[in-house]
C-alpha cells in the first residue's frame, strides 16, 4: 500500500472490523424483511425495523463522533459495538417472542451501533497520507468481500438454531460477530486528538457547507446509499412475490454484496489513475443499468444481474464521494465535517428503508424502481458541476 507500518496495521485491522460489521448488515439486510413481514400484522410495515435502524444510524453520527473526539477512536468503537451486542439480543429474544415491535426495538441499537461503525473508513483515511487516502478508504471498505459470502451463508446456517422458530438464530448468531470486533479493535492504535484539536472547531458549518466539493459529496453520498438501500431492502420481497426460494434469495444478496465491496481492492487505484469524477460517474451510471435490468424482467438471473450491478455503481460512487469529502476540513474539523455527511447520508437511508416496503406494496417492484433515476441523474448533475468548476483550477 506504500504506507507507514502503523498505518497498514491499522487499515487490516480496521477491515476486519468491517467484515464482521458488515456480515451481520448482508445477514440483516437477507432477513429483517422476511422476519419482519412475518411477524407485523400490517404487511406494509415489514421494513420498518431496517428503517429504525438506519434512523438510528443517522441520529448517532453526530453523538459517535463527537464522542470519538473526545476519547479516541478506539475507546469511541468500543462503545458502539457494545451498544450492538444489546440490539442483537433484543431482535433476538423478538423473534423467539413473536413480538414484531420487541423485534423492531432491536433495530435501535444496532443502527446506533452502525453510526458508530461507519466512521471505520474516515478513521483509516485520517491515518495516512493524503496521497493514501483513496487507498485507506478503499482497502477499509473491502473488508466487505468477506460479507458477501459470509453474511447469507451464516443467515442460512443460523436460521434452525432455535427451530421451530426461524431466524432468531441468525440474530443471535451477530452477538458472536461483536465480541470478534471488539477483541480486535483492542489492538487499534490511532492517537487521540490534541488538545488543540479538541478545544478546536475550526470553521463554522454554516461555512463549510457552501464548499462545492462538501455539497457534491453530501449529495453523491446520499443518493448512493439511499438508492441502492431503496432497492437492496426491496430485493427479498419481490423475490418472495415471484416465488423465487430462500435460496435463490441468498444468492442474489450474495452476488450484491460482492459487487459492493470487491471492487474496493481496486477502486483507489482507479481514483488516482482515472480521475474521482470520472469514477464517481461511472458509479452512477452502473445504478442506472440496474434500474433498467430490473425494468426488463423478475426472474433470479434478473435479480442477480441488477443487484450485482447496484453494488459495483453503489461502490464506486459511494467510495467516490468519501474520498471527495476529505478534501473539505482542517484537521480540527474532522469529525464534525464526517458527523454531517453521514448524519445527512442516513437520513435517507432511513426513509429508502421505510418507504421501500410502503412502496413495494402499493406500486410494485417495478415501478417503484423508477424512482431511483431522477435522484441518480441529480447526482450526476452536480458531479459534473464540480468537474467544470476543478478543471480551471486544475489548469491554473
Same mark, same amino acid.
Given at each position: 500500500?506504500?504506507?507507514?507500518?502503523?498505518?497498514?496495521?491499522?487499515?487490516?485491522?480496521?477491515?476486519?472490523?468491517?467484515?464482521?460489521?458488515?456480515?451481520?448488515?448482508?445477514?440483516?439486510?437477507?432477513?429483517?424483511?422476511?422476519?419482519?413481514?412475518?411477524?407485523?400484522?400490517?404487511?406494509?410495515?415489514?421494513?420498518?425495523?431496517?428503517?429504525?435502524?438506519?434512523?438510528?444510524?443517522?441520529?448517532?453520527?453526530?453523538?459517535?463522533?463527537?464522542? /470519538?473526539?473526545? +476519547?479516541? *477512536?478506539?475507546?469511541? =468503537?468500543? !462503545?458502539? #459495538?457494545?451498544? %450492538? &451486542?444489546?440490539?442483537? $439480543?433484543?431482535?433476538?429474544?423478538?423473534?423467539?417472542?413473536?413480538?414484531?415491535?420487541?423485534?423492531?426495538?432491536?433495530?435501535?441499537?444496532?443502527?446506533?451501533?452502525?453510526?458508530?461503525?461507519?466512521?471505520?473508513?474516515?478513521?483509516?483515511?485520517?491515518?495516512?497520507?493524503?496521497?493514501?487516502?483513496?487507498?485507506?478508504?478503499?482497502?477499509?471498505?473491502?473488508?466487505?468481500?468477506?460479507?458477501?459470502?459470509?453474511?447469507?451463508?451464516?443467515?442460512?446456517?443460523?436460521?434452525?438454531?432455535?427451530?421451530?422458530?426461524?431466524?432468531?438464530?441468525?440474530?443471535?448468531?451477530?452477538?458472536?460477530?461483536?465480541?470478534?470486533?471488539?477483541?480486535?479493535?483492542?489492538?487499534?492504535?490511532?492517537?487521540?486528538?490534541?488538545?488543540?484539536?479538541?478545544?478546536?472547531?475550526?470553521?463554522? /458549518?454554516?461555512? +463549510?457547507? *457552501?464548499?462545492?466539493? =462538501?455539497? !457534491?459529496? #453530501?449529495?453523491? %453520498? &446520499?443518493?448512493?446509499? $439511499?438508492?441502492?438501500?431503496?432497492?437492496?431492502?426491496?430485493?427479498?420481497?419481490?423475490?418472495?412475490?415471484?416465488?423465487?426460494?430462500?435460496?435463490?434469495?441468498?444468492?442474489?444478496?450474495?452476488?450484491?454484496?460482492?459487487?459492493?465491496?470487491?471492487?474496493?481492492?481496486?477502486?483507489?487505484?482507479?481514483?488516482?489513475?482515472?480521475?474521482?469524477?470520472?469514477?464517481?460517474?461511472?458509479?452512477?451510471?452502473?445504478?442506472?443499468?440496474?434500474?433498467?435490468?430490473?425494468?426488463?424482467?423478475?426472474?433470479?438471473?434478473?435479480?442477480?444481474?441488477?443487484?450485482?450491478?447496484?453494488?459495483?455503481?453503489?461502490?464506486?460512487?459511494?467510495?467516490?464521494?468519501?474520498?471527495?469529502?476529505?478534501?473539505?476540513?482542517?484537521?480540527?474539523?474532522?469529525?464534525?465535517?464526517?458527523?454531517?455527511?453521514?448524519?445527512?447520508?442516513?437520513?435517507?437511508?432511513?426513509?429508502?428503508?421505510?418507504?421501500?416496503?410502503?412502496?413495494?406494496?402499493?406500486?410494485?417492484?417495478?415501478?417503484?424502481?423508477?424512482?431511483?433515476?431522477?435522484?441518480?441523474?441529480?447526482?450526476?448533475?452536480?458531479?459534473?458541476?464540480?468537474?467544470?468548476?476543478?478543471?480551471?483550477?486544475?489548469?491554473?
Amino acid at each position: 500500500m506504500g504506507a507507514d507500518p502503523r498505518t497498514r496495521r491499522n487499515v487490516l485491522l480496521l477491515a476486519a472490523c468491517q467484515a464482521l460489521m458488515m456480515t451481520g448488515t448482508s445477514l440483516v439486510m437477507t432477513v429483517s424483511a422476511l422476519v419482519g413481514h412475518a411477524l407485523a400484522d400490517d404487511k406494509s410495515l415489514s421494513t420498518l425495523p431496517l428503517a429504525l435502524q438506519f434512523l438510528s444510524t443517522m441520529l448517532a453520527t453526530i453523538p459517535a463522533s463527537m464522542l /470519538m473526539k473526545r +476519547i479516541g *477512536r478506539r475507546a469511541g =468503537f468500543s !462503545v458502539g #459495538v457494545a451498544i %450492538g &451486542m444489546v440490539g442483537a $439480543g433484543t431482535a433476538t429474544w423478538g423473534v423467539i417472542a413473536n413480538d414484531f415491535w420487541i423485534f423492531a426495538l432491536g433495530g435501535i441499537p444496532l443502527g446506533v451501533f452502525n453510526g458508530f461503525a461507519q466512521f471505520y473508513r474516515f478513521a483509516a483515511a485520517d491515518t495516512a497520507g493524503p496521497e493514501y487516502r483513496a487507498r485507506a478508504i478503499s482497502y477499509v471498505m473491502a473488508g466487505g468481500v468477506v460479507a458477501a459470502i459470509a453474511g447469507p451463508e451464516l443467515a442460512r446456517w443460523s436460521k434452525d438454531w432455535f427451530a421451530p422458530v426461524l431466524f432468531a438464530g441468525s440474530f443471535a448468531s451477530i452477538m458472536g460477530l461483536q465480541v470478534a470486533a471488539m477483541a480486535l479493535l483492542q489492538f487499534l492504535k490511532i492517537p487521540r486528538p490534541t488538545a488543540a484539536e479538541r478545544a478546536s472547531g475550526g470553521r463554522p /458549518m454554516s461555512e +463549510i457547507a *457552501r464548499d462545492p466539493k =462538501f455539497v !457534491v459529496a #453530501v449529495m453523491a %453520498g &446520499m443518493i448512493a446509499y $439511499g438508492s441502492m438501500n431503496f432497492v437492496m431492502t426491496a430485493t427479498p420481497l419481490a423475490m418472495m412475490a415471484c416465488g423465487l426460494s430462500f435460496d435463490a434469495t441468498k444468492l442474489t444478496m450474495q452476488a450484491h454484496v460482492l459487487g459492493m465491496f470487491v471492487p474496493s481492492f481496486f477502486t483507489g487505484h482507479l481514483i488516482k489513475r482515472l480521475g474521482l469524477i470520472e469514477v464517481m460517474l461511472t458509479g452512477a451510471a452502473l445504478v442506472l443499468a440496474c434500474i433498467a435490468v430490473n425494468a426488463m424482467g423478475i426472474t433470479a438471473l434478473h435479480f442477480n444481474v441488477a443487484l450485482l450491478l447496484l453494488g459495483v455503481g453503489w461502490n464506486f460512487l459511494y467510495v467516490g464521494a468519501s474520498t471527495l469529502l476529505t478534501e473539505v476540513p482542517l484537521p480540527a474539523e474532522r469529525n464534525k465535517v464526517q458527523a454531517a455527511n453521514d448524519f445527512l447520508v442516513f437520513g435517507l437511508v432511513a426513509l429508502s428503508a421505510y418507504s421501500s416496503g410502503a412502496i413495494h406494496e402499493s406500486l410494485g417492484w417495478q415501478t417503484g424502481n423508477l424512482l431511483v433515476p431522477p435522484l441518480m441523474l441529480a447526482a450526476i448533475g452536480a458531479m459534473l458541476w464540480l468537474r467544470l468548476r476543478r478543471e480551471p483550477a486544475l489548469s491554473a
